[in-house]
């Protein structure tokens, strides 16, 4: 406001010093030429009233300063409080003035330091690894007992532990009944997979040729050895001592049989897999259609399961096929189980 006053009072004194000299010059703005006591007194008025007002406004300047100096400082010193918070959560030395001694300076400074100490102190967790068992990839699938497995960049090869597939690459021997179709298996079953291998003490590490024996499993949980016997695709197999898995493996086996899957079938290998695939005789329709096996002999006491190759010794004049063995005791009730096939 003050500047206003200011501009007033120069411009009345420059008004009232052309006013006196050369009145004329105000006809462009007023339309007429004032006389010369006219305009000092009109100007004098101006001028006497806008000193006051300069005078009157001048004590506010003052105080508004004042007030920017008073707000300055109060920023420089709470900069200076923030300053030395943080020089104290960073253990660098710190100067004590004698404000900041008073416990009502030092209040602020113990609550920032707190929470500058919290944040610092919060522990960051650690990452776990989620990851229980190491994979390795298949590199390729030799036959339904055997393969090579990628084992951090070398090649190994494994002799899978339990079981044993029909023969489909042994240059001593044909292939085996019942051999490519568990070879083919087992590329369905591995090629491309990533297996977890598991390792047997009581087998030790290699086998005579050099094969690292292992039970593996599949990312999806498949324990791919006892499958394979499950399915009929593989028998049990132990080799001198018994396994971890032995008696697992066995009752797999053993359902196996009963269900006639895979190389137990009467229509493929009757459980006999030593024969070369290409000239196995395969069993009459008639023989195959029954899961228990009799003859109608008058003198026979003797069933036999179709897991039992024994039946296909009777004679096919008297064989008798059931679906069940109820269905064979129903019909011929004094039957045994042949001693051959317990």
């Given at each position: 406001m003050s500047y206003i006053f200011l501009l007033t009072l120069l411009s009345s004194i420059v008004a009232l010093t052309v006013g006196l000299i050369k009145p004329?010059?105000?006809?462009?703005?007023?339309?007429?030429?004032?006389?010369?006591?006219?305009?000092?007194?009109?100007?004098?008025?101006?001028?006497?009233?806008?000193?006051?007002?300069?005078?009157?406004?001048?004590?506010?300047v003052e105080k508004s300063t004042d007030n920017e100096v008073a707000s300055i400082e109060s920023d420089?010193?709470?900069s200076s409080q923030v300053n030395e918070v943080e020089d104290i959560a960073d253990n660098k030395p710190v100067t004590i003035t004698d404000d900041q001694s008073r416990p009502e300076?030092?209040?602020?400074?113990?609550?920032?330091?707190t929470q500058t100490e919290k944040t610092t102190t919060n522990p960051t967790p650690a990452t776990q690894n989620n990851s229980e068992y190491e994979y390795y990839s298949?590199?390729?699938v030799v036959d339904g007992d055997t393969l090579k497995v990628n084992i951090n960049g070398t090649i190994e090869t494994l002799r899978l532990?339990?079981?044993?597939?029909?023969?489909?690459v042994d240059p001593r021997k044909p292939v085996q009944c019942f051999g490519k179709e568990a070879s083919n298996k087992a590329k369905e079953l591995l090629t491309g997979k990533n297996v977890r291998i598991e390792k047997d003490s009581t087998q030790g590490e290699?086998?005579?040729y050099g094969r690292r024996l292992a039970y593996i499993y599949r990312e999806d949980g498949l324990?791919?050895?006892?499958?394979?016997?499950?399915?009929?695709?593989?028998?049990?197999?132990?080799?001198?001592?018994?396994?971890?898995?032995?008696?697992?493996f066995k009752a797999s086996q053993k359902s196996a049989q009963e269900n006639l899957s895979g190389l137990w079938s009467p229509t493929t290998c009757n459980g006999d897999t030593t024969s070369d695939s290409t000239t196995t005789s395969q069993?009459?329709?008639?023989?195959?259609?029954?899961?228990?096996?009799?003859?109608?002999?008058?003198?026979?006491?003797?069933?036999?399961?179709?897991?039992?190759?024994?039946?296909?010794?009777?004679?096919?004049?008297?064989?008798?096929?059931?679906?069940?063995?109820?269905?064979?005791?129903?019909?011929?009730?004094?039957?045994?189980?042949s001693p051959q096939c317990q």
């Amino acid at each position: 406001m003050s500047y206003i006053f200011l501009l007033t009072l120069l411009s009345s004194i420059v008004a009232l010093t052309v006013g006196l000299i050369k009145p004329s010059i105000f006809k462009r703005i007023i339309k007429v030429i004032p006389k010369r006591k006219t305009v000092a007194i009109v100007c004098s008025t101006v001028i006497i009233v806008s000193f006051f007002g300069i005078v009157i406004t001048a004590p506010q300047v003052e105080k508004s300063t004042d007030n920017e100096v008073a707000s300055i400082e109060s920023d420089a010193e709470e900069s200076s409080q923030v300053n030395e918070v943080e020089d104290i959560a960073d253990n660098k030395p710190v100067t004590i003035t004698d404000d900041q001694s008073r416990p009502e300076a030092q209040q602020p400074q113990n609550v920032q330091t707190t929470q500058t100490e919290k944040t610092t102190t919060n522990p960051t967790p650690a990452t776990q690894n989620n990851s229980e068992y190491e994979y390795y990839s298949v590199s390729s699938v030799v036959d339904g007992d055997t393969l090579k497995v990628n084992i951090n960049g070398t090649i190994e090869t494994l002799r899978l532990i339990g079981m044993d597939t029909p023969e489909t690459v042994d240059p001593r021997k044909p292939v085996q009944c019942f051999g490519k179709e568990a070879s083919n298996k087992a590329k369905e079953l591995l090629t491309g997979k990533n297996v977890r291998i598991e390792k047997d003490s009581t087998q030790g590490e290699l086998d005579k040729y050099g094969r690292r024996l292992a039970y593996i499993y599949r990312e999806d949980g498949l324990f791919y050895n006892k499958h394979m016997i499950e399915q009929g695709y593989a028998h049990e197999y132990t080799y001198k001592t018994p396994y971890k898995y032995q008696a697992e493996f066995k009752a797999s086996q053993k359902s196996a049989q009963e269900n006639l899957s895979g190389l137990w079938s009467p229509t493929t290998c009757n459980g006999d897999t030593t024969s070369d695939s290409t000239t196995t005789s395969q069993p009459s329709t008639t023989q195959s259609t029954g899961k228990y096996y009799t003859s109608s002999y008058r003198t026979s006491k003797y069933y036999y399961p179709a897991s039992c190759p024994d039946w296909q010794n009777l004679s096919s004049s008297y064989l008798m096929a059931f679906d069940s063995l109820d269905a064979l005791l129903s019909a011929y009730p004094s039957r045994t189980l042949s001693p051959q096939c317990q």
